[in-house]
């Protein structure tokens, strides 16, 4: 069973400690961390993390990619710290004006994306039912399925008021009143009516329903009056006067200028979508099937998620989402291709979970980062496929009535809506080309690595790598290391600055820090060294590497060289962890010595499980 507590304490540490963060959310597979500081996180030592497939800097967030377990992961960092919640528009870097709006993008949507393909998975269910027969729309039970997934839909501004007023820092209840009034009944019933005025200013009246734009432009201000205005107003009315105040400019003002300006643009988005793929509908649906798994990698298909729902609140379906379908299920036949033709048993240990997860949920990050991207040739013959899928989908002029995660579960969605032989087509080239494409002309299949996984592991001894006194872990100042999150062992603090193989093993990770050293024993232990707390920020100065990973060493080698007085004179603790980090194997250490310690003496020994249940 995956141990999310020891995951989130490795990620904790990776990314520079708690103090470094700025904020933290998480989407479907994804750690999104805000960083104070970028250049403290060690991308190395977060991938050599169980549990962690990969990381990925985009959209001015700091990615570590999860996979399905990411709720869990992220629900232990936030046990274990006060890390958490929508990272705040005003703090930290700013970054490019691109990267801040894909940051601002996905800060505001994800809190409420599951919620949205949730209830849209339902409305396709509902509209497919009667479509073929299965229920009758003029019933009760179908007025309240419609209603329960219509909701959050119709209500959109409601729940966007929310989050963009975390994200600004607005008051989020007066936010809530704003949008309140966008949607209002009485509101609603204007739209398109005649000679509508406000105080004798002509008033165009659009409908806010499902809207987007107008709701975040108006929080966006919101949040800049009402600093101004608790600045500026007595501390005796402020706290009631500037949401009264906010609320009587803001309405108006988006009734008068923001929502017909913001129509005007969400129309023309939608007509140039509309042009585009009734036009050339193959380019469209080529380029939405064929990049769509690439934008995801770069976090730009968040800019492409208000575009779905400004074409939904204008036309009332999504052309855009057909194709998308078929890039997902791509690259999870690419997968599914993968896991049919390795013989590496770890590859197949990992592709299959993977193809299920693509296949029927949609989640096709661990498919992506974990196997296709790394093998390279599976990824490209997934885009191949999701290009030709979701061409032959958009020449079918197949779309959605309803926002959807697409996956083989949410086809609905897309039943009844265009033509469905061309649906079954696209999905079928989709499926089939990047599957065969990657069974028959294959890929460098990486050799079993036998010594990762003995067939049974034995105790083994561990020599001092380092000339020091022996510490208890646990008055480790850090408490990464302290409570054993990251392994079981000890700590050294160094009186030499020379790190030396403390047993026959195979570099597994030489950091280009220089900080750490990953080994892997002949009997299958592996081990961290880890000189000093927070090294990693040094940037390798007064560290020299003499080793390179896949490098076989022998007991006693030298590893790594460090100028211990100046890392010192730097402000960090030199003591430096030695873990065993496959706790899995070797769930426990014995015979720890004490006291001051010469390299090449013994400093512990790693007892294997196997051990451990013939002793019991």
């Known amino acids: 069973m995956a141990d999310h507590a020891k995951t989130a304490a490795g990620v904790l540490a990776g990314v520079g400690g708690e103090n470094n963060v700025q904020s933290l959310v998480h989407c479907a597979t994804r750690l999104r961390f805000v960083l104070k500081d970028e250049s403290k996180a060690d991308a190395a030592a977060i991938r050599a993390v169980p549990g962690v497939i990969t990381t990925a800097q985009a959209g001015g967030q700091y990615q570590v990619v999860i996979g399905n377990d990411v709720p869990d992961v992220y629900a232990a960092i936030q046990a274990q710290t006060k890390v958490g919640g929508d990272a705040g528009a005003e703090d930290g870097p700013k970054g490019n004006l691109f990267n801040r709006f894909i940051k601002m993008i996905s800060a505001i949507f994800t809190p409420i994306l599951w919620a949205l393909a949730g209830t849209g998975l339902l409305k396709a269910f509902l509209a497919a039912a009667v479509t073929f027969g299965w229920m009758d729309a003029t019933t009760s039970t179908y007025t309240i399925l419609n209603a329960l997934s219509d909701a959050l839909i119709n209500f959109l501004p409601l729940a966007l008021a929310i989050t963009a ?33 406000f105080f004798g200013i002509p008033v165009t009246m659009v409908s806010y329903v499902s809207s987007v734009i107008p709701v975040i432009i108006i929080v966006w201000l919101q949040s800049h009056a009402e600093r101004f205005l608790l600045r500026v107003l007595p501390g005796a009315i402020r706290r009631f006067v500037t949401p009264m105040i906010v609320v009587l400019v803001a309405v108006p003002l988006v009734f008068v200028v923001i929502g017909p300006i913001s129509a005007l643009i969400g129309g023309g988005l939608a007509s140039g979508i509309g042009w585009v793929f009734q036009t050339v509908p193959w380019l469209g649906g ?119 995660v697409p996956s083989g579960l949410a086809l609905p969605a ?134 390179s990973s896949g490098q076989e060493v022998k007991a006693g080698d030298l590893l790594l060289e460090f100028d211990g007085d100046a890392i010192e004179r730097a402000g960090y603790d030199l003591i430096t962890p030695v873990i065993v980090t496959n706790g899995d194997l070797y769930p426990d250490v014995a015979d720890v010595a004490s006291g001051p310690l010469s390299h090449g003496e013994t400093l512990f020994r790693a007892v294997s499980v196997d051990s451990m249940s013939t002793a019991r």
């Open 165 to 197: 007023a975390r994200y600004f820092k607005a008051s989020e209840f007066t936010s809530f009143a704003i949008a309140g009034a966008l949607v209002y009944p009485s509101i609603t019933a204007l739209t398109g009516a005649p000679d509508v005025t």
């Open 414 to 547: 897309l039943l009844g809506n265009g033509n469905m032989v061309m649906l079954g087509i696209g999905l079928a080239v989709a499926i089939l080309v990047p599957f065969l494409l990657t069974l028959l002309i294959g890929f460098a299949d990486p050799v079993d690595d036998t010594a990762a996984t003995p067939a049974a592991a034995t105790d083994t001894v561990v020599l001092n790598p380092v000339d020091g006194s022996v510490v208890a872990l646990s008055e480790v100042p850090d408490a990464a290391f302290a409570d054993g999150s990251l392994g079981k062992g000890v700590a050294v603090r160094p009186t030499s600055g020379a790190v030396y193989a403390p047993f026959d093993a195979t570099v597994v990770a030489a950091f280009p820090t220089g900080h750490a050293i990953g080994l892997r024993g002949v009997d299958g232990v592996e081990l961290l060294i880890h000189v000093g707390l927070d090294t990693v920020q040094l940037g390798g100065q007064h560290f020299s590497l003499k080793v």
């Open 286 to 404: 080529a380029i939405m099937g064929g990049l769509w798994q690439v934008f995801v990698i770069f976090g730009l298909h968040w800019g492409l998620v208000p575009l779905f729902q400004l074409e939904y609140q204008t036309t009332g379906m999504i052309l855009l989402i057909g194709p998308v379908f078929a890039a997902v299920l791509a690259q999870a036949a690419a997968v599914a291709g993968v896991f049919a033709r390795t013989r590496n048993k770890n590859l197949r240990s990992l592709a299959a979970p993977a193809t299920l997860s693509g296949f029927l949920a949609g989640i096709t990050e661990p498919a992506i980062y974990g196997i296709n991207l790394p093998l390279k040739r599976p990824f490209a013959f997934g885009i191949v496929g999701g290009a030709l899928g979701g061409a032959i989908i958009a020449m079918g002029g197949v779309f959605s009535t309803a926002f959807v």
